[in-house]
């Protein structure tokens, strides 16, 4: 996926409420989270770090304590 995508995940990811809300990330990218980071987002909350609900995605307490790990999965070569 584009860096754009990714810089949208991360500076999304940081807002704790907020997260990265899925028809906002499409209308920005004309893609849906799960099409451009399906794989690292199935990962991410498999391993408690992201959650995942009906309208965004949002780190999970152990996902704050581990923020930029969680970012840098959805940078371009990770």
Known sequence: ???GMGETMMLGLRLVREG?????????HGRSLSDAFGTEVDRLC???LLTVDARRVRLTP?????GNRVFAQFLPDN
């Open 1 to 3: 996926p584009p860096v």
């Open 20 to 28: 990265v809300p899925l028809d906002r990330f499409t209308a920005l």
């Open 46 to 48: 498999g391993d408690g």
């Open 62 to 66: 152990r996902g704050l304590m581990v």
